[in-house]
């Protein structure tokens, strides 16, 4: 285990309000009980992330937390194999509805200086908070 940032995306950009309801729906419970949370919707601004997935326009679920969910994508979708509580065959039925239409991206392989306008660059990036929807 170790801690990590990623950006979840999705492979489509007509996908991506669907993802934030689906990631709503896993709930704010699993996703505290694993150490990793969506923190914000960020949409990029500019191409200035140095990664191909992150290009204006895009948008992605900023992630932080454990590395040992966001690692895997049945994970980050809500699904613990090895979890009783989140692995009914309604959760695993539902988060294979998603798993190939998402990218997971990890912090270090974008540039993140412009995301966070850090080190004095020009920030490329809007970011909304991240909400669950409360039952």
Request: proline share 2%; with cysteine.
């Amino acid at each position: 285990m170790g801690y990590q940032e990623s950006y979840i995306t999705t492979k489509k950009k007509k996908d991506f309000d669907g993802l934030v309801k689906y990631i709503q729906s896993v709930g704010e419970t699993y996703y505290s009980d694993y150490w990793c949370n969506p923190v914000e919707i960020i949409t990029f601004t500019d191409n200035n992330s140095c990664h191909p997935q992150l290009k204006k326009e895009c948008k992605a679920i900023y992630f932080t937390g454990e590395r040992f969910t966001q690692s895997n994508k049945a994970r980050i979708l809500g699904y613990m194999s090895d979890d009783e509580n989140y692995n009914s065959e309604q959760q695993k039925s539902a988060m294979l509805e998603w798993l190939d239409k998402i990218n997971v991206i990890f912090t270090e392989d974008v540039e993140p200086d412009y995301i966070w306008g850090e080190n004095g660059m020009t920030k490329t990036a809007i970011h909304e908070k991240f909400e669950f929807i409360v039952k």
